[in-house]
Structure formats: C-alpha cells, structure tokens
C-alpha cells in the first residue's frame, strides 16, 4: 500500500519571502500522479499542481513549483513570493495505478503567513 | 457549473440514530468516493464506486454503508453513528480511477454525540 508523509504539522513564512512544504512517498509503481492540495478556512479542497512521474520536468503553476524527485520518493512544494491568500492547510497527495485508491493523502502541513 | 455537492454542511446528532449525507456530481463522472478527514492523519478513504452498482471498501469502511443506484449520486449512510465518526467528511469525483484530477464537495461537519 502506498503512504505519504508530511513531516511538518505546521509552516510559517513571511509574507513575499519563499516557503518549501515536504512530502514524502512510498510505493512500488513506476506510473503515479502526485498532487499538492490547498485547504483554506471554507474547507474547500483545492487542486494547487500536479506531478505526472513519467515527467523528469517539474510542474510549475505562477508562484508554485514542486521539486520532484523520483528516486528520493519527493516530492515538495515551494511557494514564491507568499501572499495572505496562501494560509492554508496544504495536502500532498497520491495517485496510482490500483483502481481503488483515487487519492492518498498525506497528514498536512498548516502554513501560516505573516504580514 | 461542474460541481459535486454535498448536504447537509454541517450535522449533529445522536449516537446510534441513522443518518445519511448525500453526494451528487452533475460532470457524468463514473468513479466517486468517500473521504473522512481527521487532525493528522489528512483523508482517508471510507468507499469508492467505480460505476453503478460497483462498490467496494477503502481504508476506513467499518460503520459506514453506501449505495451507487444513478451514475450521479452516491450517498454515505451511518446505520448507528457512533462518537468516533466525528470527522469531516468529503465527497469526490473523477472520469476514472487513475490519471484524472478529482473534484471534491464542500465538505460535511459531522459531531455525533
């Protein structure tokens, strides 16, 4: 069975500096997605990047970029130039290739965001 | 507007009176779950159901029930609710099991007491 792993419960980041969330993963499939999942206060889960592994290149969306790591079973988040908006709790998520699961999560990481 | 929804947001209720929370998806997904989110452990998977009538267990099945009768709706039932269902729950969605991104509803706040 697959697991993922956020080894930190809470985050915090000066507003417009940089902050990198973590992730970690293990499984034995070789074609997954990965997934970066932003929950604010309304309780909406938001879909914030994705990650295909066949891809070497990583994903980036405007200020969000993830470093992934194939080998390492890594798979972070960096957000740039941090915003008040970007509060949140953040979900790292998997994707594979048993019909089952259609996603595992990892525990999150609340990022706070400091004016 | 593609969207899943979820009802009621927000419940409490007694131990041991049934309830269910409804879940309908207007994208014509075939694949719907079940997910409970509780402080540290992110969510985790009550059920799944990959088309009509096609349902089976995820991690986290034990006192719960669903049913897949419309490709739309898949609601989650509580025969008996008990204190440790507490949890938010959330309804999602997606074309098939793999590779597609997967909408979720709003979330429902369950306290059983």
């Known amino acids: 069975a697959q697991t993922v792993t956020q080894s930190q419960p809470e985050m915090s980041v000066q507003e417009a500096e940089t902050v990198t969330l973590s992730c970690t993963y293990d499984?034995?499939?070789?074609?997954?997605?990965l997934f970066w999942y932003k929950q604010p206060p309304s309780r909406q889960m938001i879909l914030v990047i994705r990650?295909?592994?066949?891809?070497?290149q990583n994903a980036t969306e405007n200020r969000f970029s993830v470093n992934f790591q194939k080998a390492a079973k890594s798979f972070s988040l960096k957000i740039s130039d941090s915003q008040l908006g970007d509060a949140a709790m953040y979900f790292c998520?998997?994707?594979?290739?048993?019909?089952?699961?259609?996603?595992?999560f990892g525990g999150g990481t609340r990022l706070m965001v400091k004016p | 507007e593609a969207q899943v929804t979820q009802n009621p947001r927000y419940l409490i209720t007694v131990t041991g009176k049934k309830l269910t929370v409804t879940c309908s998806q207007n994208?014509?997904?075939?694949?719907m779950s079940w997910y409970r989110q509780d402080p540290g452990l992110g969510l985790r998977q009550i059920y799944y159901?990959?088309?009509?009538?096609?349902?089976d267990k995820g991690d986290v099945p034990e006192g719960y029930k669903v049913s897949r009768k419309e490709k739309r709706n898949f609601p989650l039932i509580l025969e008996s609710p008990s204190p440790n269902q507490t949890s938010l729950y959330f309804c999602?969605?997606?074309?098939?099991?793999?590779?597609?991104?997967?909408?979720f509803g709003q979330g429902t706040r369950l306290t059983v007491v």
């Open positions: 999602a969605s997606s074309y098939t099991p793999s590779r597609a991104e997967a909408f």
């Open positions: 499984t034995s499939e070789s074609d997954y997605y």
């Open positions: 990650q295909e592994a066949y891809k070497q």
């Open positions: 998520a998997y994707r594979g290739n048993n019909a089952g699961n259609m996603l595992t």
């Open positions: 994208m014509n997904h075939e694949y």
């Open positions: 159901s990959m088309n009509v009538e096609v349902t």
